[in-house]
């Protein structure tokens, strides 16, 4: 059975475990699914990134955007990281202007230090949000770029709620498995096959 959709996934869970006692526990064992699956994805660091030129102190985060992982930007041909900073720590920037040295975030905002005097490209980089799967939001990009990393993850998690110790050993090496394929797929993705690598400045600090 092909699993695009929720249902189609719950359907699966209970077949693969082949228990009665699952049926009524099949969401449960979905939503910590979803809770394991949140946090290897950001372990893995499962990565998109978004480009645009910052014109003042504030960058808005992508909308599916679950945690930063860093924030770059570019004068010339160098590349400059700007690390995140407690908002206490940079007070001492404030009503200043220059290239920025730290963020902090205000709810869906990135807020840059001090508040840049000239426009720059930047490019993000981001964990994407898992929305919660459900009869009405019935998939997810993680569901559609591997299945098998939702099915093994769940009937892991049944396999638990079921106290069988051979299904969870059995299920937890699929699930990880199923992760690395879905975290190498990424990598290969991110590394174009034909493009030379080239190296590009580097600096931690805006020193320049």
């Known amino acids: 059975m092909t699993i695009e959709s929720y249902t189609d996934l719950q ?4 077949s693969w475990l082949s228990n009665d006692k699952i049926q ?15 946090n290897d994805l950001l372990i893995r660091r499962m990565e998109r990134s978004v480009h645009g030129v910052f014109n003042g102190a504030v960058i808005f985060l992508p ?4 945690a930063i992982q860093r924030l770059m930007y570019y004068v010339g ?27 902090t975030m205000v709810d869906q ?32 990009w993680v569901l559609g770029r591997a299945p098998n990393v939702y099915l093994f993850a769940a009937c892991l998690e049944g396999a638990g709620f079921l106290q069988h110790e051979a299904l969870m050993g059995v299920f937890e090496g699929r699930y990880k498995q199923a992760m690395e394929s879905l975290y190498q797929a990424s990598e290969r993705q991110r590394m174009p096959s ?12 805006a020193q320049h």
């Open 63 to 66: 909308t599916d955007c679950e």
């Open 24 to 38: 009524s526990k099949v969401a449960t064992c979905i939503q910590l699914a979803e809770a394991r699956i949140r």
């Open 77 to 103: 041909e160098a590349e400059y990281s700007v690390p995140y900073a407690d908002p206490k720590s940079v007070e001492r920037y404030t009503d200043t202007v220059g290239d920025p040295v730290a963020y």
């Open 194 to 205: 034909n493009t030379p690598l080239v190296a590009r400045p580097y600096r931690t600090t």
């Open 109 to 140: 905002a990135v807020i840059l230090y001090p508040t840049p005097d000239t426009a720059r490209d930047y490019t993000l980089y981001y964990v994407p949000f898992i929305a919660d799967l459900s009869f009405t939001n019935t998939s997810s």
């Open 11 to 14: 359907a699966e869970v209970v």
